[in-house]
C-alpha cells in the first residue's frame, strides 16, 4: 500500500509560481513512476507532468511545457511540482499519483495510488 499527501498548494496572482509536494509512504518509492494531475472545474481530470522512477525521464502537457518542472528526491520519498508564470486557467486540484512500474503514462486509468489533492488557484 502506497500513501500520498500533497500540499503547497494556494491562492496566487497570474504570472507567480508554486512548488507542490507529494510525500509518499513505501520502502521501494524509487521503482514508481510518478505523475502529476489536474481537474478543474466541470472538467474531466488531465495529465499534468510525470518521471520515471529514476528521475531521468520526463514528460509534460502541451500546456504546461516550459511553465511546469516536475523532480523527484527519492531519499525523501517525495515529488515536486515547481510551478512558474502561472497563468487562471491552471486553477484547478492538483493530484499526485503513483504507477507500480517504472515508465510514465499519461492514462489516468494505469496509476494505482492517488493523494487526495490540493487546490491551485490563479487570480487574473
Known amino acids: 500500500q502506497v500513501q500520498l499527501v500533497e500540499s503547497g498548494g494556494g491562492l496566487v496572482q497570474a504570472g507567480g509560481s508554486l512548488r507542490l509536494s507529494c510525500a509518499a509512504s513505501?520502502?521501494?518509492?524509487?521503482?514508481?513512476?510518478m505523475a502529476w494531475f489536474r481537474q478543474a472545474p466541470g472538467k474531466e481530470r488531465e495529465f499534468v507532468a510525470g518521471?520515471?522512477?529514476?528521475?531521468?525521464?520526463?514528460r509534460y502537457a502541451d500546456s504546461v511545457k516550459g511553465r511546469f518542472t516536475i523532480s523527484r528526491d527519492n531519499a525523501k520519498n517525495t515529488v515536486y511540482l515547481q510551478m512558474n508564470s502561472l497563468k487562471p486557467e491552471d486553477t484547478a486540484v492538483y493530484y499526485c499519483?503513483?504507477?507500480?512500474?517504472?515508465?510514465?503514462?499519461?492514462?489516468?486509468?494505469?496509476?494505482?495510488?492517488w493523494g487526495q489533492g490540493t487546490q491551485v488557484t490563479v487570480s487574473s
Open positions: 499519483a503513483a504507477r507500480l512500474v517504472y515508465y510514465v503514462s499519461s492514462a489516468e486509468a494505469t496509476y494505482n495510488y
Open positions: 513505501g520502502r521501494t518509492f524509487s521503482s514508481y513512476a
Open positions: 518521471i520515471t522512477g529514476d528521475g531521468d525521464t520526463t
